[in-house]
Nanobody, 120 residues
């Protein structure tokens, strides 16, 4: 079965950190670019970050740049997103995504999500 399973979300205070993980199965993870997208409460999906096959190239939204770090471990079929200096506006459901088209695409194979809540 082709699937993505996220974990690592939780409740954190502003300025705190979290590390999200996404385990892929059912396809050859290493050959695909992978993304993280998020959906804040009451809003649409937002692209956050993307990493190329092999991890040589990474891309970030303006909001994520300098605070978040995307990485991958192809031996473990796992995608990561390190979230640092979190802000209340980072509160969202975070999804791992195998994009269908371009690296900023919001469509594709998506996991069930992991909730990140930033609150004091």
């Amino acid at each position: 079965e082709v699937q993505l399973v996220e974990s690592g979300g939780g409740l954190v205070q502003p300025g705190g950190s979290l590390r999200l993980s996404c385990v892929a199965s059912g396809f050859t993870f290493s050959v695909y670019p992978m993304s993280w997208v998020r959906q804040p409460p009451g809003k649409g999906l937002e692209w956050v970050s993307n990493i190329s096959p092999g991890g040589h190239n990474t891309y970030y939204s303006d909001s994520a740049k300098g605070r978040f770090t995307i990485s991958r471990d192809d031996a473990k079929n796992t995608l990561y997103l390190q979230l640092n200096r979190l802000r209340t506006e980072d509160t969202a459901m975070y999804y791992c995504l195998r994009p269908a088209t371009s690296f900023k695409a919001l469509e594709g194979l998506r996991g069930q999500g992991t909730q990140v809540t930033v609150s004091s």
